[in-house]
């Protein structure tokens, strides 16, 4: 009687495939609109990915569902080298974000501040004036 543990379900195979299908479409999609706040949330799916594979007990499998596995982890290879190099890409293009936004508040806070010191000129004006009134009598 053949051991049941070391046979591979077929439709554990087909969820792999579809689980890094639905990984590489996310990943096309990143790519193309470049939205970072995604990046986390396809990394955690390929590492729970990676660990289900990695789960596998394939002593006693059939060649031929070790070869399906070699070609889902390939698959899983070039998906993870593609965020890899946008990872790269997002890390490049940062600083120059954050200059761009530094600047801006820079910007704002001195036309913010302008009004305020206006505001605390006239404020002045007035308790000198006020001053003077009071003195003169």
Known sequence: MPDNNN???LGKFRSFHEQ???IQLVVDKLLTKQNASVYNKIGT???VLFNSINAI???NA???EIRNLI???KKL???CIT???YKKYLLSVLPGVVNNLEESISQNEVQSVAPQVQENTQSAKMLELVNNEGNAA
Do not use: F, H, Q, Y
């Open 57 to 59: 007990d394939v002593k």
């Open 77 to 79: 290879r070039e998906t």
């Open 45 to 47: 799916k390929i590492e």
């Open 71 to 73: 070609d889902l982890l």
């Open 62 to 64: 059939p060649i031929e």
């Open 7 to 9: 046979v591979i379900d």
């Open 20 to 22: 890094l299908a639905n």
């Open 83 to 85: 965020l890899s190099s």
